[in-house]
């Protein structure tokens, strides 16, 4: 029931710019963490860019400089702004959430129960 919508891929000349939206669909209690990775093949997921909803952020060295994450709570979405954009940024990139759901017990206080949700992936093409 629970899923991320992405968008914004496509392709884009070296040295452009693209913008990737991803927001969570569906109902949860809370987003933990949101965040962008990518895979080519032959290569391993590696992180892109990740927020938290306290708004720290990490990004991946290849990345550092280049893309900017930001989050909106209210929405449960989450932005990829990229730019200087370089034919080794060619992948499909993944958002992920970790996502919060409360639980309730027959014995016991309430307590959070935390999923991870990935999206289906959207291709980034960067390419003359």
């Known amino acids: 029931q629970v899923q991320l919508v992405e968008s914004g891929g496509g392709l884009v000349q070296p040295g452009g710019s693209l913008k990737l939206s991803c927001v969570v669909s569906?109902?949860?209690?809370?987003?933990?963490?949101m965040g962008w990775y990518r895979q080519t093949p032959g290569r391993e997921r590696e992180l892109v860019a990740q927020?938290?909803?306290?708004?720290?952020?990490n990004y991946g060295d290849s990345v550092k400089g280049r893309f900017t994450i930001s989050g909106d709570n209210a929405k449960k979405a989450v932005y990829l702004q990229m730019i200087s954009l370089k034919p080794e940024d060619t992948a499909v990139y993944y958002c992920n959430a970790e996502v919060a759901e409360m639980m309730y017990h027959t014995r016991g206080p309430p307590s959070w129960r935390y999923f991870d949700v990935w999206g289906q992936g959207t291709q980034v093409t960067v390419s003359s």
């Open positions: 927020i938290s909803s306290s708004g720290a952020i």
């Open positions: 569906g109902s949860i209690s809370g987003v933990n963490h």
